[in-house]
């Protein structure tokens, strides 16, 4: 076993009180990813106030990405370099500075530097987050914990375009940024009352070559993949081709240059342990899916459906705050029952969901939309967090914040992939359709052309989703292990 026992977690120890600790990360936590939705119905607005371009304005969101996937990578160093009192603090500091900037920006290359800013804050909160619970809660009661976790990831971003909205229509879009500046100062004062040091600092060796190599691979990769819709050439544009095949380059001499390294800045040994290998590759998959379907449903609805922006996000609206809302009681029934009879159930309903998505028409109602992104989010809540949780589980204390930094930099990463693979597949099946229809301008069959593309990328995603579910026969409730010893599979859950 780890030396990590049950004594050492300090959510045992009656001196330390886990209550304000918890406070101080999820309120910090929420408030940043709030703010990454907060800004996408704004964007149109921002064009008029500065007289910009929609490639132009489209750098509030691409650079934010861009910077996450630069800054996650390195968490794990930071991890150990610094105090988790002097990391967070640090961290909302820089997100808060970033905020204000945003706020008074005179011009849109300022407003952009703020949002940068922003970003470094916002990248790093996540990975501090997770360390410090895994730190703090032992494997058995961590399901609960990270169902909490869960409720700020999908709960923020779900209250985010309809609160934007409000917002920018009533106050402004300059309040998007204002409305934010008190939590994040609240969060600060509250972290450097009650806020106590959990990690151990170990100053690792700083390998340059390994920074440059991530953020180049990366960097790349989330670029490329999120600029694959700015031009009809898609994937064959000049730029987008030699931006992932950097990235590619570049992440393939990070992994190689972890591997060989005795002091990683992210240590791909993880991926050793097979309950967290399982995790990650059950998290890729739900992520992809569940941003595309984010995209997709969306260009459906307001396309052959013909329904407004505003009916459109309504419909998803449920869905994304159910999510959030069964994310605690999904990770309570992860720490009774194991992961098996969560996610086998959940991976069934997944698939059967994306095939359910797979038949839609012109003449789809659009309470079928609701009920599948509903089955869809539900899915998502049974599988990511607990996965997650478990995979975790497995690693030493020593890998936690490799293990923490490795997921948070494939969100990202994911995320663009998913987005610019899927809606490339579905363009390409439009096209393809209207080049052999015989009357292509012909409104009705635009809408069809739509929904072949539609119904090809949730065949797709169908296909997919049965790896999951052969994945999910597999898993079993993982427990700490050392680096010398692996653990041996326990199918009872």
């Known amino acids: 076993m780890d030396n990590t026992t049950k004594y ?92 204000a900037i945003c706020a008074m920006a005179p011009t849109f290359p300022v407003l952009l530097s703020g949002r940068l800013i922003q970003a470094i804050g916002t990248g790093m909160l996540m990975p501090i987050m997770f360390n410090v619970f895994l730190l703090l809660y032992p494997p058995e009661k961590r399901g609960k914990i990270m169902g909490l976790v869960g409720l700020v990831i999908m709960f923020a971003p779900a209250i985010g375009p309809t609160l934007s909205g409000v917002i920018v229509e009533y106050l402004g879009w300059r309040f998007l940024f204002i409305t934010v500046i008190p939590f994040s100062l609240f969060s600060i004062i509250f972290a450097f009352i009650f806020l106590v040091n959990v990690s151990e600092v170990t100053k690792p060796k700083i390998d340059i070559p390994s920074i440059i190599f991530s953020t180049i691979g990366f960097g790349g990769t989330i670029y490329g993949f999120s600029s694959v819709g700015k031009s009809d050439a898609g994937f064959m544009n000049p730029e987008v081709m030699v931006a992932i095949t950097a990235g590619g380059i570049g992440i393939a001499l990070f992994a190689f240059r972890q591997l060989r390294l005795d002091e990683p800045i992210m240590d791909l040994r993880v991926f050793k342990y097979p309950m967290y290998a399982h995790a990650v590759i059950l998290f890729l998959i739900i992520i992809m899916t569940m941003f595309a379907s984010e995209i997709i449903l969306p260009i459906y609805m307001q396309g052959p459906l013909a329904l407004s922006a505003a009916a459109a996000g309504i419909l998803l609206l449920p869905g994304s705050l159910l999510n959030g809302a069964l994310s605690p009681f999904m990770g309570a029934l992860f720490d009774k029952l194991g992961p098996r009879p969560l996610m086998i159930p959940a991976t069934l309903i997944l698939s059967g969901t994306m095939f359910l998505m797979s038949r839609l028409d012109t003449d789809s109602q659009p309470w079928v939309i609701l009920v599948g992104f509903m089955l869809l989010m539900i899915s998502v809540s049974a599988t990511m967090m607990p996965a997650q949780t478990n995979g975790l589980n497995q690693l030493p204390k020593r890998l936690y914040p490799h293990g923490t930094a490795v997921v948070s930099t494939l969100q990202p990463v994911a995320g663009a992939i998913g987005v610019s693979v899927f809606i490339s597949i579905m363009n390409a099946r439009q096209m393809n359709f209207l080049g052999n229809a015989s009357n292509p301008d012909d409104p009705a069959t635009i809408d069809q052309a739509m929904v072949a593309g539609v119904e090809l990328v949730y065949f797709i995603a169908f296909t997919i989703s049965i790896v999951a579910v052969i994945m999910s026969l597999f898993v079993y409730r993982a427990k700490p292990t050392d680096s010398m010893k692996m653990q041996q599979p326990d199918i009872q859950p």
């Open 8 to 99: 050492e977690y300090l959510s045992e120890n009656s001196n330390v009180k886990t209550l304000p600790i918890m406070l101080s990360l999820i309120i910090g936590t929420f408030f940043a990813i709030l703010n990454e939705t907060l800004l996408n119905i704004a964007l149109t607005t921002l064009m008029h106030e500065f007289d910009i371009t929609l490639p132009t304005v489209q750098w509030m969101a691409t650079g934010f990405m861009l910077v996450m996937g630069i800054v996650i990578p390195v968490s794990a160093l930071l991890l150990q370099w610094f105090t988790t009192r002097q990391l967070f603090l640090g961290t909302m500091i820089i997100f808060t500075v970033g905020t």
